[in-house]
């Protein structure tokens, strides 16, 4: 392919996209049966690049509507900041703290939890019906020293699992549809030098992902980054 080729086409390709953007026919009267062809199979491309935003839009709704139906149901608990709701990077992010789930060191959910997990159950149940859910625990870099884990990985991994337990088996929530995964303390959003920021890190996020990232989605060991970096792009 020439380089005057390569110029021509892609101005061909550059009128194409403006013009399908507008929402105007594409009129191929003056070009070549070739031309005609692959101006034809580029408009197809761009109206499906079309579409596949407004499948994005649609889902960007859905979540939008359901924060706002957890909010709802769990205002109390928010109010005590026990609970926070809000979009990162991953999708929609529910974020409680281990006070409420379990007891210090261990795993077993509390009788207290299971108001919060029916109400999350709820809305993935009905508004987020489909959608992949991603469980992951976190801890605080205290060292485990006498509850019996081996460390704070295997303690986080623990009370995930105790979670996406709760919601298949007691809430109905698809298993197909639900993963867990431990971070231990290698995830902060506070910092671990005061008692309130390692009463924030100990945690539980329950992540509604986004359907283009879902079959993607792999929860490995996660990057370095700073305590600021880890919160700043949760907004609620």
């Given at each position: 392919m020439t380089q005057a080729f390569r110029r021509t086409l892609g101005a061909v390709m550059l009128g194409v996209m403006a013009v399908a953007a507008s929402g105007c026919a594409v009129k191929f009267s003056s070009r070549s049966p070739w031309?005609?062809?692959?101006?034809?199979?580029?408009?197809?491309?761009?109206?499906?690049?079309r579409s596949l935003a407004q499948l994005k839009a649609d889902e960007a709704d859905q979540l939008r509507a359901a924060k706002a139906a957890l909010e709802q149901r769990l205002s109390s608990q928010i109010a005590s900041n026990?609970?926070?709701?809000?979009?990162?990077?991953r999708g929609l992010v529910?974020?409680?703290?281990?006070?409420?789930?379990?007891?210090?060191?261990?795993?077993?959910?509390?009788h207290e939890a299971a108001p919060v997990l029916d109400q999350v159950a709820n809305v993935l149940n009905q508004e987020l019906a489909g959608q992949a859910v991603g469980i992951e625990g976190h801890t605080d870099n205290e060292?485990?020293?006498?509850?019996?884990?081996?460390?704070?990985?295997?303690l986080s991994l623990a009370r995930a699992r105790s979670v996406l337990t709760y919601l298949v088996s007691q809430r109905d929530v698809e298993p197909s549809r639900v993963s867990a995964t431990g971070f231990g303390e290698y995830r902060p959003i506070a910092s671990n030098a005061t008692a309130d920021g390692r009463r924030t890190n100990r945690r539980v996020e329950i992540v509604v992902l986004p359907k283009r990232l879902a079959k993607s989605h792999e929860l490995s060991?996660?990057?370095?980054?700073?305590?600021?970096?880890?919160?700043s792009n949760f907004s609620k």
């Open positions: 031309d005609i062809q692959q101006l034809e199979a580029l408009s197809n491309q761009l109206e499906q690049v026990d609970v926070s709701i809000g979009f990162d990077e529910v974020r409680v703290l281990d006070q409420i789930l379990f007891d210090s060191g261990k795993a077993a959910l509390r060292p485990i020293k006498r509850s019996g884990w081996k460390d704070n990985w295997e060991s996660p990057p370095e980054s700073s305590d600021s970096q880890a919160s």
